[in-house]
Nanobody
Framework: QVQLVESGGGLVQAGGSLRLSCAVSGGTFSNYAMGWFRQAPGNQREFVATISRSAAVTYYADVVKGRFTISRDNAKNTVYLQMNSLKPEDTAVYYC???????????????????WGQGTQVTVSS
């Protein structure tokens, strides 16, 4: 059974930084394209960033481009999301996801992704 466990969320002031981690177990990490998504209260879950199996290709939502960086360490079975210059509108529950069939580009479409973590809360105060 594949399990994804996010960590690193918390409360931060606007302009601050956080680094989220997502540890994957129960499968072959290097076989999965990985992604980060978020859901704010009252909103649908939305794409934040995705990364290819080799880490050579990444995609970002326009609203986070230049502020967030997705990376992965295949030796540690972990994907990261470095978030800088945080804004109050970044407040949400952040989820990581893994997919063994899609590539980073097509992981931007949320429905049907293989595996999800439980989420970690990020709150940015103004």
């Amino acid at each position: 059974q594949v399990q994804l466990v996010e960590s690193g969320g918390g409360l931060v002031q606007a302009g601050g930084s956080l680094r989220l981690s997502c540890a994957v177990s129960g499968g072959t990490f290097s076989n999965y394209a990985m992604g980060w998504f978020r859901q704010a209260p009252g909103n649908q879950r939305e794409f934040v960033a995705t990364i290819s199996r080799s880490a050579a290709v990444t995609y970002y939502a326009d609203v986070v481009k230049g502020r967030f960086t997705i990376s992965r360490d295949n030796a540690k079975n972990t994907v990261y999301l470095q978030m800088n210059s945080l804004k109050p509108e970044d407040t949400a529950v952040y989820y990581c996801a893994a997919d063994q069939d899609r590539v980073a580009r097509t992981m931007r479409n949320i429905p049907g992704l293989n595996y999800w973590g439980q989420g970690t809360q990020v709150t940015v105060s103004s």
